[in-house]
């Protein structure tokens, strides 16, 4: 994890001596990293898209195939052949970003070895400062509340977890876009639910710092798929 959490700690540091805010430095961190892998993110939303406009013959292809499920893996892989579709692409940016992700965990959770390199009294000025609502990036935004719930104690997410949740669904409606001839797949249905309620529920023991890079990351993913189905659309009409 130290492989990870020192360059992107030393990036996040970079930024913070430019800002001088730890908020603001998380904030253009997540910017920086994102355009970064634009390219790919681009070609993930891109094959997410081309899946969709297929829907239709992939689904007359399970009809017609649905007692021979060699002839029907045949039949797929042709299908996505004759699009220029490969299945996998859109799993490449995901793959990629998540050692961002968990580098940048560990590099807010210990901020003084991997942020700060070791000054205490740096990271001390930095993390204890406040940000917007919170008192600090470091602890969860969380409320404390006078009953215990199953697995979270007495806290409950605030504000920026519930961002996050928030922003998580609508960044996963929109890279699913529309189905042609038919609905999305119940597992896309379950996912674009469940992983909004994880990320829910992780905001109570994730570092408040780590739940803003999640939610910014969410808004430039929004962005992004915006400008691709605008630009869509443009080429359709």
Not at 1 to 21: C, D, E, R, T, W
Not at 141 to 160: C, E, Q, R, S, Y
Not at 165 to 187: E, L
């Amino acid at each position: 994890m130290s492989v990870l959490a020192k360059p992107l700690g030393a990036l996040l540091h970079l930024i913070y001596n430019m800002v001088g805010n730890y908020g603001m430095a998380i904030i253009l961190f997540t910017i920086v990293t994102k355009v970064v892998l634009l390219p790919l993110t681009f070609k993930q939303l891109q094959s997410t898209k081309a899946m969709n406009e297929i829907q239709p013959e992939l689904k007359k292809l399970q009809e017609k195939y649905k007692n021979d499920k060699t002839k029907l893996n045949e039949k797929t892989l042709e299908l996505y052949k004759e699009h220029n579709i490969n299945p996998m692409a859109g799993c490449l940016p995901l793959l990629i970003q998540l050692p961002i992700l968990f580098g940048l965990f560990a590099a807010l959770r210990t901020p003084v070895e991997y942020v700060f390199a070791g000054d205490a009294a740096a990271a001390a000025v930095a993390i204890s400062a406040p940000f917007l609502w919170m008192a600090n990036l470091t602890d969860p935004d969380v409320l404390k509340v006078a009953f215990t719930l199953p697995l979270m104690g007495n806290k409950i997410p605030w504000i920026l977890p519930i961002f996050a949740a928030v922003t998580t669904y609508f960044s996963m409606a929109m890279s699913a876009g529309k189905k042609k001839g038919g609905s999305q797949p119940q597992a896309m249905k379950t996912m674009t639910i469940m992983m909004p309620l994880m990320i829910l529920f992780w905001g109570v023991t994730f570092p408040a710092g780590l739940t803003l890079y999640w939610a910014v990351s969410n808004l430039f993913q929004m962005v992004q798929q915006y400008f691709i189905n605008h630009r869509s659309d443009l080429k359709e009409a």
